[in-house]
């Protein structure tokens, strides 16, 4: 059974930073494809950055390129998104989500696995 658990997020101010965790369990992990989605209520779960196994280079919605930084550790089961320069519009519960494409998608329908989300905030 797939399972995926989220884990480092939090109540920050603006311009800090925090990295999120989210551990894999289930899965041949260096064959899945793995993503952060963000969503906030009332709002649709947007993309924010996926790491492929079938590509080195990762894929980062145009909002958080520069600031986000999402790295996978294969032998520990582990995706991370280090979350740099944070701003009030980050506010969101982040989803680790899973998927055994070769490439990243932006759509949450193409992903099978779900985390159970966390919540970042960011406010002064």
């Known amino acids: 059974q797939v399972q995926l658990v989220e884990s480092g997020g939090g109540l920050v101010r603006p311009g800090d930073s925090l990295r999120l965790s989210c551990a894999a369990s289930g899965v041949t992990f260096n064959t899945y494809t793995m993503a952060w989605f963000r969503q906030v209520p009332g709002k649709e779960r947007e993309f924010v950055a996926a790491s492929s196994w079938g590509s080195f280079i990762p894929a980062y919605t145009d909002s958080v390129k520069g600031r986000f930084t999402i790295t996978r550790d294969n032998a520990k089961n582990t995706v991370y998104l280090r979350m740099n320069s944070l701003k009030p519009d980050d506010t969101a519960v982040y989803y680790c989500?899973?998927?055994?494409?070769?490439?990243?998608?932006?759509?949450?329908?193409?992903?099978?696995?779900w985390g159970q989300g966390t919540q970042v905030t960011v406010s002064s």
């Open positions: 989500a899973a998927d055994r494409s070769p490439v990243g998608k932006v759509s949450p329908n193409e992903y099978n696995y």
